[in-house]
C-alpha cells in the first residue's frame, strides 16, 4: 500500500512540469520561510525577555530530542532505502543517495515546530504550521525522496516528543503568549 501510494503521488509529480516547479519550492525553499515565520512569532509574542529565553530553549530542546536523539537513534536502528534509490527513479532535486528515508527529518522538524505553535501560540497558529509541515512532507513524497508511511510516523515522532516534552517540564514552564491581534490569525 505504502509503495502505491508513492507511485501514484510520484507519477502525479511527473506528469506535469508546471507541479514540478511548485513542488521543488515547497520542499526546497518553504522550510525557510516556516523557520523564520516561527521564529518571527515568538520575538513577537513574547515581550518579557524571560518569557523569549523559555519560549526559545523549549523549542531548541524539543527540537533537540525529536530532530537530534530519535532521530539519530532511529536512522541508526532503522536501514531503509529511499524510494527513488530502491526503484531506480530520478528525484526532483538532488539527495543524497546514501541517507536514509526513514525517518524523515523535515517532517520531524516542521511537525514538532507545529506542535510547539499549536501549544505556546494558539490552535490558529497551529493550523498554519500544521498545513505548512504537510505541505512539505507531501512535496517530498511526490519529489521521490519519501514514502508516505515515513512522513507519517515521522510527524508522529515529532508530535509525541513535544507533547512529552511539555509533560515532563510542565511545572517549569511559565511563558504565556501575549495574544495580539493579526491579521489573517
Known amino acids: ?14 506528469s506535469y512540469s508546471a507541479i514540478q516547479g511548485l513542488v521543488v519550492a515547497v520542499a526546497e525553499y518553504l522550510p525557510y520561510l516556516v523557520s523564520i515565520i516561527f521564529l518571527a512569532k515568538v520575538f513577537y509574542f513574547y515581550k518579557p525577555i524571560n518569557h523569549r529565553i523559555q519560549a ?74 500544521f498545513t505548512l509541515a504537510f505541505l512539505i512532507g507531501l512535496a517530498r513524497v511526490v519529489s521521490g525522496v519519501h514514502y508516505p508511511s515515513d512522513i507519517l510516523a515521522s510527524a508522529l515522532i515529532g508530535m509525541i516528543c513535544v ?16 495574544r495580539k491581534k493579526w491579521i489573517f490569525f
Open 56 to 129: 526559545i530553549g523549549f523549542t531548541l530542546a524539543a527540537l533537540a530530542v525529536s530532530s537530534g536523539l530519535v532521530q539519530s537513534l532511529l536512522h541508526i536502528l532503522i536501514d531503509k532505502n529511499r524510494p527513488f534509490v530502491e526503484f531506480g527513479l530520478q528525484p526532483l532535486f538532488q539527495v543524497d543517495r546514501v541517507s536514509h528515508t526513514f525517518p524523515s527529518g523535515h517532517a520531524i522538524f516542521f511537525f514538532t515546530l507545529a506542535t510547539i505553535a499549536w501549544l505556546i501560540f494558539s490552535k490558529r497558529w497551529g493550523i498554519f504550521h
Open 1 to 14: 500500500m505504502d509503495a502505491t501510494l508513492f507511485f501514484y503521488l510520484y507519477n502525479f509529480g511527473q
Open 163 to 178: 507533547i512529552g516534552l511539555k509533560y515532563a517540564l510542565y511545572r517549569h514552564l511559565e511563558f504565556r503568549p501575549q
